[in-house]
């Protein structure tokens, strides 16, 4: 277990290569990465990846097989062409909810290929077995098939299906961090099982059809099809999904808690049969027990998870944009990508602003680039809350450099992005004068230049200028005060038209908001080639009101009236 520090390395010189100008021990986070490298050759990786392509196209060829022998040619061509319209569908919606950390490709594809593959064939020979093992025992095949059905079916399907959720979260632990990447597992399990189950069905149910002469809406295919296509195509994902919710909630649990990242995925999977079973006894239920199930437990089930699903995909969003602004602090990151990186039109404008001036393989680049800064704010959250690994130091590099070689071609796209999405800031002066420490002028100019406040004292904490003198007030932003900070985390302070730091406000004599010699940020161009921090203190030495200049006794606003 680890924890992060409470900020971030600094970023490498602008001039240098990613690794220059790194902390003193970045060597021996490298060393160290290198030592948990050679712990695991990359021979034993790909012998472990052979198995594993061998195991899943044995299985597969073992299905098409079994599958063809049932329904035959015909109908299996017939049952792969109704069976395959849900599941781009499906697909497409799992992929969206895992827009915000996209996990890798090989994961996806190889949870679709265990359900469609070795999960379906598990439970083709599972099934068969124990059914006809029920009916020899009883002499009853009515009562076997029914039994078979509602308790045998759910438990062994569910155990196969939940098989591809627990390798994904044993040896992929680094791609599996939450509810959504439990969620996005399973629902792609549960869609490649269904898909390869659909086949058998429709196929089966097509050959019934030839040998009855039934064609049309009243076939026993197209029943099958309204059934299993259009009304339930969620109905494996939604049991499966709950298996992949309790993974989830394990990988968010801390590393001492054993107890509990043993009982989530269990408690999960007790659920998946339990619904699975409720499920398929439905129709033992009477004439519309199917219909009754469907209406008062599967609809709201998958309204419900629907809603968890989603909301979780926000709440990452919003971590996001709370743990990347100290990475902005320390110069990694422009102040207006944590913004960027936490909407999702954002990122998908600065992807097609990438590509519309540089090409489709700038976009991609920028689509690395919010994949890794995602990562990295997924990275430090857990890290914050004691349950990153004992890598944490050597993935947060990893992380930032990636990040730091893209930021050519990313920075200037997630700047437009920010601007463009950022709702405007509308600020209208009041048609009364303020007194006070601040008021409105008729412009962005100083304040009070021989405009008395009123009789009395003035403020005075030394000898030197009126106060006011350094004050601004442009687009309805205040000018720096001491303590304030450099960056604000609100989306409002990108807004179009409304600059975030005034160029003539500063922090002290002569200093534009301590970025050293050069110009104020926010004049053109936008970004300057360096990071935002670099090289100095993010404020210029000394306190932001310097005594005896502040605010001076001897000096009064306006003509011989002191400041009241």
Not at 431 to 436: C, F, N, Q, R, T
Request: glycine share 14%; with cysteine; proline share 9%.
């Amino acid at each position: 277990m680890a924890t992060s520090p409470p900020f971030p390395p600094h970023p490498p010189h602008p001039g240098g290569p990613p690794g220059d100008g790194a902390p003193r021990d970045a060597r021996g986070w490298r060393r160290w990465g290198s030592v948990l490298g050679r712990a695991r050759p990359r021979s034993w990786g790909r012998l472990r990846y052979a198995a594993l392509i061998t195991l899943l196209t044995l299985s597969g060829l073992v299905i098409l097989a079994l599958v063809r022998e049932q329904t035959g040619t015909e109908g299996f061509l017939v049952g792969l062409g109704l069976a395959v319209l849900p599941v781009p569908l499906l697909v497409a919606a799992f992929r969206w909810l895992d827009r915000v950390d996209p996990g890798p490709w090989r994961n996806l594809v190889f949870a679709f290929a265990w359900g469609a593959c070795a999960a379906a064939l598990i439970a083709i020979i599972a099934n068969s077995f124990a059914t006809r093992w029920i009916a020899t025992a009883t002499a009853d095949p009515s009562g076997a098939d029914t039994l078979g059905a509602t308790v045998i079916a759910p438990v062994v399907e569910e155990s196969a299906k939940a098989a591809a959720v627990l390798l994904v979260f044993l040896f992929r632990r680094r791609d599996f961090t939450g509810v959504v990447d439990g969620v996005v597992i399973a629902g792609l399990t549960a869609t490649g099982f269904a898909f390869t189950e659909n086949i058998l069905y429709l196929g089966t149910a097509f050959g019934t059809d030839q040998l009855t002469g039934d064609t049309g809406i009243a076939s026993v295919t197209a029943a099958t099809f309204f059934v299993r296509v259009i009304m339930s195509p969620f109905a494996h994902p939604l049991f499966t999904v709950l298996t992949g919710i309790g993974f989830g909630f394990a990988a968010l649990a801390g590393n001492g808690r054993h107890l509990r990242r043993a009982l989530l995925p269990l408690g999960g999977l007790l659920l998946a049969m339990g619904m699975h079973a409720l499920w398929n006894g439905s129709s033992s239920f009477g004439e519309f027990g199917f219909f009754a199930v469907y209406a008062a437990f599967m609809v709201p089930a998958f309204g419900l998870l629907t809603w968890l699903a989603v909301w979780t995909r926000q709440r990452e969003l919003r971590t996001v944009r709370d743990e990347l602004p100290v990475y902005a602090a320390a110069g990694w990151l422009t102040p207006a990508e944590p913004f960027a990186l936490g909407s999702m039109r954002a990122r998908r404008l600065a992807r097609e602003y990438a590509g519309l001036h540089l090409g489709r393989p700038a976009a991609r680049e920028v689509a690395r680039y919010e994949a890794d800064a995602t990562s990295l704010a997924f990275l430090r959250h857990r890290g914050r809350q004691g349950r990153a690994g004992a890598d944490f130091p050597v993935r947060e590099r990893e992380l930032l450099d990636e990040l730091w070689r893209r930021k050519d071609v990313a920075r200037p796209a997630l700047d437009h992005a920010a601007r463009t999405t950022a709702p405007p800031v509308r600020v209208t002066a009041p048609p009364w004068p303020v007194h006070g420490a601040y008021g409105y002028g008729p412009g962005p100019q100083a304040y009070g230049q021989g405009q008395p406040y009123g009789a009395g004292p003035a403020y005075g904490h030394g000898t030197g200028p009126a106060h006011g003198q350094w004050q601004m007030y442009a687009h309805g932003l205040q000018a720096h005060g001491q303590g304030a900070q450099v960056y604000a985390p609100d989306p409002q302070t990108y807004g179009p038209g409304t600059q975030a730091y005034w160029p003539g406000a500063a922090h002290g004599p002569g200093a534009a908001h301590g970025h050293g010699p050069g110009p104020a940020f926010g004049q053109v161009p936008a970004y300057s080639p360096g990071p935002a921090y670099v090289p100095g203190p993010a404020y210029v030495p000394g306190p932001a009101y310097a005594p005896g200049q502040a605010y001076g006794p001897g000096t009064v606003h306006g003509q011989g009236q002191a400041c009241g």
